[in-house]
């Protein structure tokens, strides 16, 4: 038998075709080494290190200067790093929100449908000419578009809770109505169902904003809270359901075939509930689409790979984030965290590392897979502890069998290597390995003894 590399999990295959590729990385992703033995590492997602606890409803958290701000339940609370302050009571709905700032240190909150002010003091309702949609902030103004509609309105400068019935614009473009305001760049982005245009403060003494006319996408939005800034750019779930990024004021897909046909899989209401939030960490930038209890794809900014994350015991990763702000704090169901990527746990909790490989394949004929090493970091599961990894094998690259353990070894044990033997035959053999101890797994490389026989 020959002794060679074994084509691994580097993301979520490119394919849309499951016997030519199910590769996928379930809570890790890849990363582009520049020096040592390797230059693609696969590493563990983030942890989730809770801070504290606080069950109900999580609908949104920002940050503004020093504190953040969440909407838990029908509560708008302050967080200071240590404890949570109530501010004040919103709508008793579990409906997602949005919340902007403006200099006065006011908040104005949206559930979708109606809005509230927090003026420092005391929450109250907004009296407002329409329906408030999910806000957005420039210039002094506070921005909403009209659920159902093409128009749009701006509040008073500086005054969130004063909205005059005149204060509207309409989408000219297409009369397709608006899913969302979203600020960018200091340029107001108003993506709608089919089409997405870019106005601009103006200051106009009849309205502040004005179009941009030669900013015109001809490309919508499928879920309002998809959309999120990051690596100065806005990226979004189309209307066709394509992951998109702006190069200026041209939509670029950044999904595969293999993350559209996810995405094409999950429900009607979990793509109309989409939800994105980004983040940096150890100086890769993701995108985290989550559609709720079905999928969660993340987009490496850095390298174009995509990976899958999720929650044990569930299909997403449950974890609600801001769409491009800076963020020190997330909430989960549990409460409010923050991500730590020292620890493979979610608030103390398990948390899975793994995936599936591409597939061993040659031209049709029969492999015989002798034995599969698994180049990994070892030796550094916590102490008295020792961590393990399963592996399964597919030979048919679909139907896997048993699982078979093997140890990374305990703390300083850095000579292990885990080794499967006698892995049998087949002609599109696909490899899925798991952990779930509380170790980071960190793979480097896999290599086998493989022979190839006549078809």
Known sequence: MAALDLPFAAQVGNSGVRQNSQ????????????????????????????????T?????????GAFHYAVIDDKLYRYDGSSLTELGTVSNNSRRCTMVFNDNGDIMVSDGLQGYVY???????????TQIGPVAFQGGYGIYSVPGTDQFYVTDLNDFATISALSFATAESKPDPLVRAFVDHNELWLFGVR??????????????????????????????YSVAAEDNTVYWLGDDGIVYRADGYRPVRVSTHAVERMIQDVSSAAKAAADAFVYTMSGHKFYTLTFPGELTVQFNIATGFWNTCRTYGSDSWNVLGSAGH????????????????????????????GGISAPLYANGRRITLGSFFLDAE??????????????????????????????????????????????????????????????????MGASGEVSVGSS
Do not use: H
Not at 56 to 64: A, D, L
Not at 122 to 128: C, D, G, H, K
Not at 200 to 208: A, I, K, R, V, Y
């Open 23 to 54: 590769e996928v990385l379930i809570n890790m992703f890849a990363e582009v080494e520049q020096s040592g033995r390797s230059r693609l590492v696969r590493r563990p997602r983030v942890g989730l290190r809770s801070v504290t606890a606080n």
């Open 56 to 64: 109900g409803v999580k609908r949104c958290i920002e940050r503004n």
């Open 119 to 129: 003026n420092g003091t005391t929450v109250s309702l907004i009296t407002a000419p």
């Open 195 to 224: 089409t997405t245009e870019v106005w601009q403060l103006s200051g106009g003494t009849d309205f502040p904003f004005a179009r941009f006319t030669n900013a015109q996408l001809e490309r919508g939005c499928s879920a309002a």
């Open 326 to 353: 800076s963020a020190d704090y997330y909430l989960t169901d549990a409460g409010i965290v923050a991500l730590d990527d020292d620890i493979a746990a979610d608030e103390g909790g398990i948390m899975e590392q």
């Open 378 to 443: 070892v030796g550094r599961a916590a102490i008295n502890q020792e961590a393990r990894v399963s592996l399964r094998v597919a030979r048919d690259g679909e139907t896997f069998g048993n699982e078979r353990w093997r140890s990374l070894g305990s703390t300083g044990q850095y000579k292990r290597r885990a080794m499967w033997r006698n892995l049998g035959q087949g002609r599109n053999i696909a490899i899925e390995f798991m952990m779930t101890d509380p170790t980071p797994l960190r793979i």
